[in-house]
């Protein structure tokens, strides 16, 4: 079981600032802004390449709730990234679908 799962199922801890039946939005461990927040769904998918025409619904819910956690967390007038790292080259760690929602300082473009 990957770790994101882990949090997901209350195995390991983490600061977990929203929560649905679909999904967990939590702080990252080693934040890269002053906001930095992952947003995971509860259902256990690899990557953004393995969703199916199934995954419509969710993938929807995952972009609202983006929305909605930064809006918590002050970011909806200054801006923000949501940003999903896909395979070796985009740099992905953790083999679970995540959202990272960057904010609280001027963001680079483009991206490295
Ligand atoms: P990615 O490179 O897109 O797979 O991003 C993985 C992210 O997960 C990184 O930003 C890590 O800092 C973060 N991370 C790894 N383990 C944990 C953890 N236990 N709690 C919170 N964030 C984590």
């Known amino acids: 079981m990957n770790v994101f ?4 199922d209350g195995e390991i801890p983490a600061e977990i600032v929203y929560q ?8 990252d461990i080693n934040p ?10 509860r259902r256990e998918i690899p990557s953004l390449a393995r ?17 909605e956690v930064a809006k918590q967390e002050g970011l909806s007038e200054t801006g923000y990234r949501v940003v999903i790292n896909c395979g070796p080259d985009a740099g992905q760690e953790v083999p679970h679908l995540h959202l990272h929602i ?4 001027r963001l680079g473009w483009p991206p490295g």
Do not use: M, N, T, Y
């Open 32 to 41: 890269q802004a002053p906001v930095h927040i992952l947003l995971i769904p």
């Open 20 to 27: 649905d039946d679909h999904c967990v939005a939590f702080r």
């Open 5 to 8: 799962k882990k949090i997901a």
């Open 51 to 67: 969703v199916e025409a199934s995954d419509h619904p969710l993938l929807g819910h995952l972009l609202l709730k983006a929305a």
């Open 102 to 105: 960057l904010g609280g300082r």
